[in-house]
Protein backbone atom coordinates (compact mmCIF):
# COMPACT_ATOMS: atom_id res chain seq x y z
CA UNK A 1 0.00 0.00 0.00
CA UNK A 2 1.33 3.24 -1.11
CA UNK A 3 1.91 6.12 1.40
CA UNK A 4 1.38 9.79 1.74
CA UNK A 5 4.53 10.12 -0.62
CA UNK A 6 2.76 9.75 -4.02
CA UNK A 7 0.41 12.44 -3.05
CA UNK A 8 2.32 16.26 -3.82
CA UNK A 9 3.54 18.50 -0.99
CA UNK A 10 0.08 20.61 -0.82
CA UNK A 11 -2.19 17.38 -0.50
CA UNK A 12 -0.01 16.04 2.09
CA UNK A 13 -0.51 18.79 4.12
CA UNK A 14 -3.78 18.82 3.55
CA UNK A 15 -4.70 15.65 4.83
CA UNK A 16 -2.06 15.76 7.66
CA UNK A 17 -3.95 19.54 8.53
CA UNK A 18 -7.61 17.30 8.30
CA UNK A 19 -6.13 14.54 10.68
CA UNK A 20 -4.45 16.67 12.95
CA UNK A 21 -4.82 15.83 16.71
CA UNK A 22 -2.41 17.46 19.11
CA UNK A 23 -2.75 19.23 22.33
CA UNK A 24 -3.90 22.92 21.26
CA UNK A 25 -6.77 21.19 19.31
CA UNK A 26 -8.35 19.56 22.51
CA UNK A 27 -9.37 23.31 23.91
CA UNK A 28 -11.10 23.97 20.20
CA UNK A 29 -13.38 21.15 19.60
CA UNK A 30 -14.34 21.36 23.59
CA UNK A 31 -15.10 25.10 23.01
CA UNK A 32 -16.64 23.66 20.20
CA UNK A 33 -18.86 21.23 22.12
CA UNK A 34 -19.66 23.25 25.26
CA UNK A 35 -19.57 27.13 24.37
CA UNK A 36 -21.16 28.36 27.35
CA UNK A 37 -20.12 25.54 29.82
CA UNK A 38 -18.07 26.94 32.73
CA UNK A 39 -14.40 25.84 31.89
CA UNK A 40 -11.88 27.63 34.46
CA UNK A 41 -12.36 29.49 37.64
CA UNK A 42 -9.19 31.47 38.75
CA UNK A 43 -9.50 33.81 41.14
CA UNK A 44 -12.79 36.51 39.94
CA UNK A 45 -12.30 35.00 36.91
CA UNK A 46 -15.37 32.68 35.47
CA UNK A 47 -15.07 31.66 31.77
CA UNK A 48 -16.66 29.46 29.29
CA UNK A 49 -15.07 27.07 27.26
CA UNK A 50 -15.62 29.07 24.52
CA UNK A 51 -14.15 32.24 26.30
CA UNK A 52 -11.16 30.52 27.44
CA UNK A 53 -10.77 29.64 23.68
CA UNK A 54 -10.50 32.74 22.49
CA UNK A 55 -8.13 34.23 24.99
CA UNK A 56 -5.75 31.39 24.63
CA UNK A 57 -5.89 32.32 20.95
CA UNK A 58 -5.28 36.07 21.39
CA UNK A 59 -2.67 34.73 23.69
CA UNK A 60 -1.07 32.70 21.06
CA UNK A 61 -0.84 35.57 18.40
CA UNK A 62 0.67 37.88 20.56
CA UNK A 63 3.59 35.42 21.26
CA UNK A 64 3.95 34.92 17.66
CA UNK A 65 3.73 38.94 16.95
CA UNK A 66 6.79 39.07 19.25
CA UNK A 67 8.84 36.57 17.59
CA UNK A 68 8.10 33.23 18.94
CA UNK A 69 7.46 30.17 16.54
CA UNK A 70 6.97 26.92 16.63
CA UNK A 71 10.21 24.70 18.40
CA UNK A 72 11.31 27.30 20.29
CA UNK A 73 11.23 27.46 23.35
CA UNK A 74 9.84 29.46 26.68
CA UNK A 75 10.36 29.30 29.83
CA UNK A 76 7.41 30.04 32.71
CA UNK A 77 7.77 30.34 36.28
CA UNK A 78 4.92 31.35 38.08
CA UNK A 79 2.27 29.32 40.80
CA UNK A 80 -0.74 28.35 39.58
CA UNK A 81 -3.30 31.30 37.63
CA UNK A 82 -5.16 32.27 34.95
CA UNK A 83 -2.47 33.33 33.05
CA UNK A 84 -0.48 29.68 33.73
CA UNK A 85 -3.76 27.86 32.03
CA UNK A 86 -3.63 30.51 29.04
CA UNK A 87 -0.19 30.10 28.36
CA UNK A 88 -0.49 26.30 28.64
CA UNK A 89 -2.67 25.94 25.67
CA UNK A 90 -1.98 28.63 24.10
CA UNK A 91 2.24 27.51 23.09
CA UNK A 92 0.76 24.24 22.48
CA UNK A 93 -1.14 25.74 19.71
CA UNK A 94 1.79 27.40 18.01
CA UNK A 95 4.01 24.34 18.33
CA UNK A 96 5.93 26.30 21.08
CA UNK A 97 7.63 24.34 23.77
CA UNK A 98 6.57 25.52 27.23
CA UNK A 99 9.17 24.97 29.82
CA UNK A 100 7.76 24.99 32.94
CA UNK A 101 10.44 25.95 35.81
CA UNK A 102 9.78 25.21 39.58
CA UNK A 103 9.12 28.33 41.48
CA UNK A 104 11.33 27.17 44.30
CA UNK A 105 14.58 27.17 42.31
CA UNK A 106 16.91 29.58 43.18
CA UNK A 107 18.61 32.11 40.40
CA UNK A 108 21.25 29.69 39.26
CA UNK A 109 18.78 26.25 39.44
CA UNK A 110 17.00 28.25 36.95
CA UNK A 111 19.98 29.58 34.86
CA UNK A 112 20.68 26.64 34.13
CA UNK A 113 17.33 25.18 32.55
CA UNK A 114 16.92 28.60 30.42
CA UNK A 115 20.55 27.84 29.02
CA UNK A 116 20.03 24.15 29.02
CA UNK A 117 16.62 24.88 27.11
CA UNK A 118 17.93 27.31 25.51
CA UNK A 119 14.81 29.47 25.87
CA UNK A 120 13.85 32.28 23.65
CA UNK A 121 12.21 33.87 25.66
CA UNK A 122 10.57 34.27 29.87
CA UNK A 123 7.16 34.75 31.45
CA UNK A 124 7.72 35.63 35.07
CA UNK A 125 5.18 36.07 38.19
CA UNK A 126 5.82 39.46 39.51
CA UNK A 127 6.84 37.91 43.21
CA UNK A 128 9.64 35.67 41.52
CA UNK A 129 10.82 38.20 38.94
CA UNK A 130 13.85 39.30 41.13
CA UNK A 131 15.34 35.76 40.47
CA UNK A 132 14.10 35.42 37.01
CA UNK A 133 15.88 38.55 36.20
CA UNK A 134 19.19 36.82 38.18
CA UNK A 135 18.36 34.12 35.98
CA UNK A 136 18.29 35.97 32.80
CA UNK A 137 21.91 37.77 33.33
CA UNK A 138 23.64 34.32 35.00
CA UNK A 139 22.64 32.65 31.65
CA UNK A 140 23.67 35.37 29.72
CA UNK A 141 19.87 35.79 27.75
CA UNK A 142 18.80 38.87 26.42
CA UNK A 143 16.17 40.22 24.14
CA UNK A 144 13.69 38.04 23.57
CA UNK A 145 10.22 38.21 24.93
CA UNK A 146 9.20 38.86 28.47
CA UNK A 147 6.28 38.09 30.32
CA UNK A 148 4.78 39.62 33.39
CA UNK A 149 1.97 37.80 35.43
CA UNK A 150 0.81 40.77 37.77
CA UNK A 151 -0.20 38.07 40.64
CA UNK A 152 0.68 40.50 43.53
CA UNK A 153 -0.81 43.63 41.70
CA UNK A 154 3.04 44.91 40.99
CA UNK A 155 3.10 46.73 37.60
CA UNK A 156 5.91 45.31 35.12
CA UNK A 157 9.43 46.07 35.42
CA UNK A 158 11.58 48.01 32.81
CA UNK A 159 11.77 45.66 29.57
CA UNK A 160 8.76 43.18 30.41
CA UNK A 161 5.25 43.47 29.74
CA UNK A 162 1.78 42.89 31.27
CA UNK A 163 0.68 39.19 29.83
CA UNK A 164 -2.94 40.03 30.56
CA UNK A 165 -2.59 42.60 27.52
CA UNK A 166 -1.33 39.76 25.39
CA UNK A 167 -5.01 38.11 26.80
CA UNK A 168 -7.47 40.78 27.19
CA UNK A 169 -6.72 42.76 24.66
CA UNK A 170 -8.11 43.62 21.05
CA UNK A 171 -5.47 40.69 19.57
CA UNK A 172 -7.34 37.94 16.82
CA UNK A 173 -9.67 35.56 19.03
CA UNK A 174 -9.42 32.99 15.95
CA UNK A 175 -7.18 29.54 15.95
CA UNK A 176 -3.26 30.97 14.83
CA UNK A 177 -3.55 27.62 12.33
CA UNK A 178 0.22 26.39 13.13
CA UNK A 179 0.08 22.72 11.74
CA UNK A 180 1.26 20.97 14.96
CA UNK A 181 2.19 16.84 14.31
CA UNK A 182 2.36 14.13 16.74
CA UNK A 183 5.84 13.95 17.38
CA UNK A 184 6.67 17.88 17.74
CA UNK A 185 7.76 18.67 21.31
CA UNK A 186 5.49 20.83 23.32
CA UNK A 187 6.63 20.29 26.61
CA UNK A 188 10.29 20.60 28.32
CA UNK A 189 9.49 19.40 32.13
CA UNK A 190 12.74 19.20 33.84
CA UNK A 191 13.12 16.79 36.13
CA UNK A 192 13.51 17.42 40.14
CA UNK A 193 17.32 16.54 39.38
CA UNK A 194 17.91 13.62 41.56
CA UNK A 195 21.64 13.63 40.16
CA UNK A 196 23.76 16.83 39.67
CA UNK A 197 21.92 18.14 37.40
CA UNK A 198 17.90 17.81 36.33
CA UNK A 199 17.06 16.47 32.71
CA UNK A 200 14.50 17.99 30.49
CA UNK A 201 12.18 15.48 29.43
CA UNK A 202 10.51 16.06 26.14
CA UNK A 203 6.93 15.59 25.80
CA UNK A 204 4.72 15.51 22.59
CA UNK A 205 0.89 15.47 21.19
CA UNK A 206 1.40 12.15 21.25
CA UNK A 207 2.64 11.11 24.45
CA UNK A 208 0.42 13.39 26.10
CA UNK A 209 -2.91 12.63 24.75
CA UNK A 210 -2.55 8.49 25.13
CA UNK A 211 -1.55 9.44 28.72
CA UNK A 212 -4.66 12.01 28.68
CA UNK A 213 -7.13 8.68 27.19
CA UNK A 214 -5.56 6.41 30.06
CA UNK A 215 -6.29 9.00 32.67
CA UNK A 216 -10.21 9.11 31.57
CA UNK A 217 -11.05 5.68 31.04
CA UNK A 218 -9.17 3.95 34.20
CA UNK A 219 -9.36 7.30 36.43
CA UNK A 220 -13.00 7.12 35.99
CA UNK A 221 -12.85 10.65 34.77
CA UNK A 222 -16.01 12.65 33.24
CA UNK A 223 -17.31 15.75 31.43
CA UNK A 224 -19.82 16.22 35.01
CA UNK A 225 -16.65 16.43 37.13
CA UNK A 226 -15.50 19.67 39.02
CA UNK A 227 -12.13 19.86 40.02
CA UNK A 228 -9.31 21.59 42.10
CA UNK A 229 -6.33 22.04 40.80
CA UNK A 230 -3.96 23.09 43.86
CA UNK A 231 -0.57 21.53 43.30
CA UNK A 232 1.82 23.07 41.34
CA UNK A 233 1.03 22.95 37.62
CA UNK A 234 4.56 23.17 36.87
CA UNK A 235 4.50 19.51 37.44
CA UNK A 236 3.13 17.12 35.27
CA UNK A 237 0.49 15.66 37.91
CA UNK A 238 -1.59 18.19 37.86
CA UNK A 239 -0.92 19.83 34.71
CA UNK A 240 -1.45 16.72 32.74
CA UNK A 241 -2.58 14.34 34.83
CA UNK A 242 -5.79 16.77 35.37
CA UNK A 243 -6.17 19.76 34.16
CA UNK A 244 -5.68 19.12 30.92
CA UNK A 245 -7.83 16.56 30.88
CA UNK A 246 -10.73 18.40 31.95
CA UNK A 247 -10.30 20.55 29.40
CA UNK A 248 -9.97 17.69 27.10
CA UNK A 249 -13.21 16.20 28.45
CA UNK A 250 -15.25 19.59 28.79
CA UNK A 251 -14.81 19.65 32.97
CA UNK A 252 -14.81 22.43 35.23
CA UNK A 253 -11.57 23.12 36.73
CA UNK A 254 -11.36 25.80 39.25
CA UNK A 255 -7.56 26.77 39.92
CA UNK A 256 -5.95 27.89 43.27
CA UNK A 257 -2.07 29.01 43.96
CA UNK A 258 -1.63 26.38 45.80
CA UNK A 259 -3.17 23.34 48.38
CA UNK A 260 -3.47 25.57 51.25
CA UNK A 261 -5.83 23.13 53.49
CA UNK A 262 -8.49 26.05 54.97
CA UNK A 263 -8.56 27.46 51.24
CA UNK A 264 -9.23 24.03 49.56
CA UNK A 265 -11.96 22.87 52.24
CA UNK A 266 -14.09 25.62 51.48
CA UNK A 267 -13.21 26.04 47.86
CA UNK A 268 -14.81 22.43 47.66
CA UNK A 269 -17.56 23.76 49.86
CA UNK A 270 -18.68 26.85 47.87
CA UNK A 271 -17.67 25.15 44.12
CA UNK A 272 -19.52 22.20 44.82
CA UNK A 273 -16.19 20.26 43.52
CA UNK A 274 -16.58 16.47 42.89
CA UNK A 275 -13.09 15.64 42.25
CA UNK A 276 -9.66 16.44 43.74
CA UNK A 277 -6.09 15.34 43.55
CA UNK A 278 -3.92 15.43 46.41
CA UNK A 279 -0.70 13.53 47.24
CA UNK A 280 -0.50 11.83 50.80
CA UNK A 281 0.99 14.21 52.75
CA UNK A 282 -2.05 17.18 51.60
CA UNK A 283 -4.36 14.53 52.61
CA UNK A 284 -2.85 14.20 55.74
CA UNK A 285 -2.85 17.99 56.22
CA UNK A 286 -7.05 18.16 54.85
CA UNK A 287 -7.73 15.03 57.20
CA UNK A 288 -5.63 17.18 60.68
CA UNK A 289 -7.42 20.63 59.38
CA UNK A 290 -9.88 21.59 62.35
CA UNK A 291 -12.14 22.58 59.58
CA UNK A 292 -12.55 19.20 57.67
CA UNK A 293 -15.52 17.92 60.06
CA UNK A 294 -17.31 21.01 59.95
CA UNK A 295 -16.96 21.36 56.27
CA UNK A 296 -19.54 20.68 53.46
CA UNK A 297 -17.82 18.15 51.75
CA UNK A 298 -20.88 16.20 50.56
CA UNK A 299 -20.24 16.75 46.83
CA UNK A 300 -16.62 15.11 46.75
CA UNK A 301 -16.85 11.65 44.64
CA UNK A 302 -13.61 11.17 43.54
CA UNK A 303 -10.25 11.47 45.44
CA UNK A 304 -6.69 10.52 43.24
CA UNK A 305 -3.28 10.57 44.99
CA UNK A 306 0.20 10.34 43.93
CA UNK A 307 3.98 11.48 43.90
CA UNK A 308 4.24 8.90 47.14
CA UNK A 309 2.68 5.95 48.53
CA UNK A 310 -0.03 6.59 50.74
CA UNK A 311 0.02 4.77 54.01
CA UNK A 312 -2.23 2.40 54.82
CA UNK A 313 -3.55 3.70 58.11
CA UNK A 314 -4.39 6.86 56.37
CA UNK A 315 -6.29 5.31 53.28
CA UNK A 316 -8.44 3.99 55.82
CA UNK A 317 -8.91 7.03 57.57
CA UNK A 318 -9.93 9.13 54.36
CA UNK A 319 -12.42 6.06 53.73
CA UNK A 320 -13.82 6.13 57.16
CA UNK A 321 -14.25 9.94 57.05
CA UNK A 322 -15.00 10.19 53.34
CA UNK A 323 -17.25 7.13 52.74
CA UNK A 324 -18.52 8.46 49.47
CA UNK A 325 -15.49 9.32 48.12
CA UNK A 326 -13.77 6.70 45.13
CA UNK A 327 -10.08 6.67 45.93
CA UNK A 328 -7.81 6.52 42.95
CA UNK A 329 -3.55 5.48 43.32
CA UNK A 330 -1.72 6.95 40.42
CA UNK A 331 1.84 6.06 40.04
CA UNK A 332 4.28 6.79 37.25
CA UNK A 333 7.11 9.36 36.12
CA UNK A 334 7.35 12.69 34.03
CA UNK A 335 8.89 10.64 31.29
CA UNK A 336 5.52 8.49 31.10
CA UNK A 337 3.82 11.64 31.03
CA UNK A 338 3.28 10.62 33.51
CA UNK A 339 0.56 8.10 34.63
CA UNK A 340 1.96 4.08 34.20
CA UNK A 341 -0.21 2.32 36.82
CA UNK A 342 -3.72 2.92 38.33
CA UNK A 343 -4.94 1.18 41.38
CA UNK A 344 -8.67 1.72 41.37
CA UNK A 345 -11.00 2.61 43.82
CA UNK A 346 -12.42 -1.58 44.62
CA UNK A 347 -8.78 -2.27 45.05
CA UNK A 348 -7.47 0.05 47.87
CA UNK A 349 -7.94 -2.10 50.35
CA UNK A 350 -7.57 -5.66 49.34
CA UNK A 351 -4.28 -4.02 47.25
CA UNK A 352 -3.71 -1.49 49.57
CA UNK A 353 0.48 -0.23 49.76
CA UNK A 354 0.69 -1.12 45.52
CA UNK A 355 0.36 0.91 42.91
CA UNK A 356 -1.80 -1.21 41.14
CA UNK A 357 -1.87 -2.25 37.25
CA UNK A 358 -0.61 -1.13 34.06
CA UNK A 359 -2.88 1.66 32.77
CA UNK A 360 -4.70 1.00 29.47
CA UNK A 361 -1.94 2.33 27.23
CA UNK A 362 0.63 1.04 29.38
CA UNK A 363 3.17 -2.54 29.62
CA UNK A 364 5.05 -2.38 32.39
CA UNK A 365 7.74 -5.34 33.67
CA UNK A 366 10.46 -5.81 36.23
CA UNK A 367 14.23 -6.58 35.34
CA UNK A 368 17.18 -7.22 36.88
CA UNK A 369 20.61 -5.49 36.21
CA UNK A 370 21.01 -7.05 32.85
CA UNK A 371 17.43 -6.18 31.67
CA UNK A 372 16.32 -9.69 31.93
CA UNK A 373 12.59 -10.34 33.65
CA UNK A 374 12.76 -10.84 37.19
CA UNK A 375 10.34 -14.02 38.28
CA UNK A 376 7.16 -13.31 40.33
CA UNK A 377 7.39 -12.03 44.14
CA UNK A 378 11.19 -10.73 43.53
CA UNK A 379 12.50 -7.03 43.25
CA UNK A 380 13.33 -5.41 39.86
CA UNK A 381 13.36 -2.57 38.82
CA UNK A 382 10.42 -0.51 36.80
CA UNK A 383 10.53 -0.35 33.25
CA UNK A 384 7.60 0.40 30.66
CA UNK A 385 6.63 0.07 26.53
CA UNK A 386 3.60 2.86 26.12
CA UNK A 387 2.93 5.88 23.59
CA UNK A 388 3.09 8.07 27.23
CA UNK A 389 7.06 7.69 27.09
CA UNK A 390 8.70 10.88 26.39
CA UNK A 391 10.41 11.37 23.45
CA UNK A 392 14.13 11.22 24.91
CA UNK A 393 15.73 13.83 27.05
CA UNK A 394 16.71 17.27 25.36
CA UNK A 395 20.03 17.37 24.33
CA UNK A 396 21.50 14.09 25.84
CA UNK A 397 22.26 11.31 23.61
CA UNK A 398 23.89 8.87 26.62
CA UNK A 399 21.29 9.38 29.23
CA UNK A 400 18.49 9.01 26.46
CA UNK A 401 20.23 5.52 25.52
CA UNK A 402 20.61 4.55 29.45
CA UNK A 403 16.85 5.07 30.22
CA UNK A 404 15.78 3.66 26.71
CA UNK A 405 17.93 0.94 26.63
CA UNK A 406 16.31 -1.86 25.10
CA UNK A 407 13.08 -0.77 24.35
CA UNK A 408 11.78 0.25 27.42
CA UNK A 409 11.90 3.35 29.64
CA UNK A 410 13.62 2.50 32.83
CA UNK A 411 12.33 4.00 35.85
CA UNK A 412 14.94 3.66 38.28
CA UNK A 413 12.45 2.54 40.86
CA UNK A 414 12.45 -0.68 42.37
CA UNK A 415 9.32 -2.87 42.32
CA UNK A 416 7.73 -6.55 43.20
CA UNK A 417 5.00 -7.61 40.77
CA UNK A 418 2.46 -10.11 41.92
CA UNK A 419 1.05 -13.28 40.00
CA UNK A 420 -2.04 -11.24 39.21
CA UNK A 421 -0.17 -8.22 37.60
CA UNK A 422 0.16 -6.02 40.70
CA UNK A 423 2.65 -3.59 41.24
CA UNK A 424 4.32 -2.80 44.71
CA UNK A 425 6.93 0.33 44.49
CA UNK A 426 9.30 -1.32 46.87
CA UNK A 427 11.83 2.46 46.34
CA UNK A 428 13.45 4.58 44.60
CA UNK A 429 17.01 2.26 43.76
CA UNK A 430 19.10 5.40 45.33
CA UNK A 431 16.36 5.24 48.17
CA UNK A 432 16.79 1.65 49.26
CA UNK A 433 18.68 1.33 52.72
CA UNK A 434 21.67 -1.17 52.30
CA UNK A 435 22.26 -1.75 56.38
CA UNK A 436 24.78 -4.78 57.46
CA UNK A 437 24.72 -6.35 54.41
CA UNK A 438 20.92 -6.38 53.84
CA UNK A 439 18.46 -4.40 51.67
CA UNK A 440 15.82 -2.72 53.48
CA UNK A 441 12.47 -0.93 51.58
CA UNK A 442 12.34 2.60 53.86
CA UNK A 443 8.03 2.67 52.75
CA UNK A 444 8.03 -0.68 54.33
CA UNK A 445 9.40 0.66 57.65
CA UNK A 446 7.21 3.91 57.32
CA UNK A 447 4.16 1.64 56.97
CA UNK A 448 5.03 0.18 60.14
CA UNK A 449 5.40 3.27 62.26
CA UNK A 450 1.94 4.82 60.95
CA UNK A 451 0.47 1.90 62.62
CA UNK A 452 1.20 3.62 66.35
CA UNK A 453 -1.33 5.69 67.28
CA UNK A 454 0.04 9.39 67.78
CA UNK A 455 1.91 9.15 64.24
CA UNK A 456 1.14 12.41 61.51
CA UNK A 457 3.68 11.34 59.38
CA UNK A 458 7.01 9.88 59.28
CA UNK A 459 10.01 9.51 56.53
CA UNK A 460 12.84 7.00 56.60
CA UNK A 461 16.17 6.97 55.42
CA UNK A 462 19.77 5.70 55.61
CA UNK A 463 22.08 7.75 56.79
CA UNK A 464 26.30 6.47 56.29
CA UNK A 465 27.00 4.38 59.51
CA UNK A 466 30.99 3.12 60.39
CA UNK A 467 29.46 -0.42 61.15
CA UNK A 468 26.24 -0.52 59.45
CA UNK A 469 27.37 1.34 55.99
CA UNK A 470 23.89 2.98 56.19
CA UNK A 471 21.78 3.01 59.35
CA UNK A 472 17.79 2.90 59.64
CA UNK A 473 16.91 6.59 60.64
CA UNK A 474 13.14 7.87 60.82
CA UNK A 475 12.41 11.29 61.44
CA UNK A 476 8.96 11.17 63.17
CA UNK A 477 5.82 14.19 63.10
CA UNK A 478 3.33 13.27 66.39
CA UNK A 479 -0.19 14.79 65.62
CA UNK A 480 -1.30 17.86 67.21
CA UNK A 481 -1.51 17.97 70.97
CA UNK A 482 0.18 14.16 70.91
CA UNK A 483 3.57 13.39 73.04
CA UNK A 484 5.57 10.51 71.89
CA UNK A 485 8.98 8.90 73.04
CA UNK A 486 11.67 7.71 71.27
CA UNK A 487 11.03 4.39 73.79
CA UNK A 488 7.80 4.01 72.27
CA UNK A 489 8.42 4.21 69.04
CA UNK A 490 11.15 1.80 69.50
CA UNK A 491 8.94 -0.49 71.38
CA UNK A 492 6.04 -0.23 68.44
CA UNK A 493 8.95 -1.40 66.20
CA UNK A 494 10.05 -4.44 67.53
CA UNK A 495 6.44 -5.58 67.59
CA UNK A 496 6.49 -5.02 63.78
CA UNK A 497 10.03 -5.51 62.11
CA UNK A 498 12.66 -7.59 62.23
CA UNK A 499 15.95 -6.26 63.86
CA UNK A 500 17.91 -4.83 60.78
CA UNK A 501 14.67 -3.16 59.76
CA UNK A 502 13.82 -1.20 63.21
CA UNK A 503 15.39 2.70 63.02
CA UNK A 504 18.85 2.98 64.85
CA UNK A 505 17.83 6.59 65.06
CA UNK A 506 14.77 7.94 65.68
CA UNK A 507 13.94 12.15 65.66
CA UNK A 508 10.68 13.87 66.36
CA UNK A 509 10.04 17.02 63.99
CA UNK A 510 6.93 19.53 63.73
CA UNK A 511 7.21 18.60 60.14
CA UNK A 512 8.73 17.51 57.00
CA UNK A 513 10.45 19.19 54.07
CA UNK A 514 8.51 19.07 50.62
CA UNK A 515 8.84 20.25 47.55
CA UNK A 516 5.78 22.10 46.50
CA UNK A 517 4.40 18.76 44.87
CA UNK A 518 4.41 17.10 48.23
CA UNK A 519 7.20 15.10 47.81
CA UNK A 520 9.08 14.37 51.19
CA UNK A 521 12.66 15.59 50.18
CA UNK A 522 14.57 13.13 51.56
CA UNK A 523 17.55 14.16 50.49
CA UNK A 524 17.34 17.33 52.81
CA UNK A 525 16.58 15.16 55.77
CA UNK A 526 19.86 12.52 55.22
CA UNK A 527 22.39 16.16 54.76
CA UNK A 528 20.39 17.40 58.41
CA UNK A 529 20.49 13.66 60.25
CA UNK A 530 24.03 12.73 59.27
CA UNK A 531 25.71 13.51 62.14
CA UNK A 532 23.54 11.09 64.01
CA UNK A 533 25.98 8.04 63.29
CA UNK A 534 29.14 10.27 64.87
CA UNK A 535 27.42 10.32 68.26
CA UNK A 536 27.69 6.77 68.62
CA UNK A 537 30.94 5.74 70.46
Not at 158 to 169: L, M, Q
Not at 187 to 197: N, P, V
Request: hydrophobic content about 40%.
Amino acid sequence: MADVAQFTPQTAEAIARARQHSVGDLLRRTALRYPDKLGVVAGERRVSFAEFDASVNRAAHALAERGLAKGDRLALLSHNSWQYAVLTFATAKLGVVLVPINFMLGAEEIAFILGHSGASGMITEDALASAAEKALASAGLTGGVRGWIALAGTAPAAGWEDVDGWIDGAGDPGAPGVLVADDDPLRLMYTSGTESRPKGVMLPSRSLIAQYVSCVIDGGMSVDDVEVHSLPMYHCAQLDCFFSVDIYLGATSIILPGPDPATLLATIEREKVTKLFCPPTVWISLLRHPDFDTTDLSSLRKGYYGASPMPVEVLRELQRRLPGVDLWNFYGQTEMSPLATILRPHEQLPKAGTAGRASLNVETRLVDDDDNPVPIGEIGEIVHRSPHAALGYYNDEEKTAAAFRGGWFHSGDLGIMSSDGYLSVVDRKKDMIKTGGENVASREVEEAIYLLDGVAEVAVFGISHPRWIEAVTAVVVPKAGVELTVEQVDAHAREHLAGYKRPKYVVFADALPKNPSGKILKRDLRSAHAHLAGQDG
